[in-house]
């Protein structure tokens, strides 16, 4: 038996009317992600990739590619000396510039093989090193960004590639602030045009969110680059007296 018209009409209009009511329960109970203990900043500008159910998942999604033993094969050969060498025209140009200097104290967070940190070695800065959960002595040491395994006020310089790859971009940039010496320069890749990889736990559109999120630090410039896939260099200055909002 085919419906009347009528009935079709009147059952179409209730599913539609219901809609809005459906779509307010869904917001409402949305799935928390169990042990995500910190809160994450989510704007327009600046957006949480959903689907880490925990803390565990994000770093473990991380160690997959990072412990890859193909794919550590090609970064420790054939990519070796490619990155160095575009790595050093980077820092070449902060020497120029006077924001680096060959007795700075430096840390590459999320370094990987270590690639960026044989780089700032190579163009003089040797007192370099570099932390990434998966370590690769002597160049890299373990550590997580998000708790830097050093004291308060330890470099002069930090340089990142991986804002794309912080869970918590607060404590990101706090743990930056936190290990830079006051005046010390922090240097920032992000990918502010293009999407960054698979492997991102965030998604930046504007320099905007990181100017907040470096709360003390002066934004000393900003710059196009083409760095692996990231295309704009943000160059932070943490500030000689910081004044702690109580
Ligand atoms: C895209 S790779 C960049 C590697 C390196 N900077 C380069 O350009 O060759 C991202 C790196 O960030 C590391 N990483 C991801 N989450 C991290 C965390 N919470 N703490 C420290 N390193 C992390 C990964 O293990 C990986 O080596």
Redesign the pocket.
Known sequence: MTPKPTTLKYFLLSLFLSLPLLLLFLFLFKPTPQNLTTTTTTTNLLKIRPGYTSYESY?QR??N??LNPKLRKI?TTRDWDR?IQVFSTFFHLLKKEGLLSNSSKAL??????G??VEALRRVGVEDSVG????PYPPLVVK????HQPFNDATFDFEFS??FD?ALYPEKFVGEIERTLRPGGLCVLHVALDKRA?K?SANDLYSVEPLVKLFKESELVRVRKVDG?GLDTEVVFRKKREVIRRS
């Open positions: 770093i991380q160690l590619k990072t970064w990155k590459c967070i999320g370094a990987r093989v690639q960026e932390i990434d959960l998966v550590g997580d960004f998000h590639n991986v790859h990889d492997y692996f």
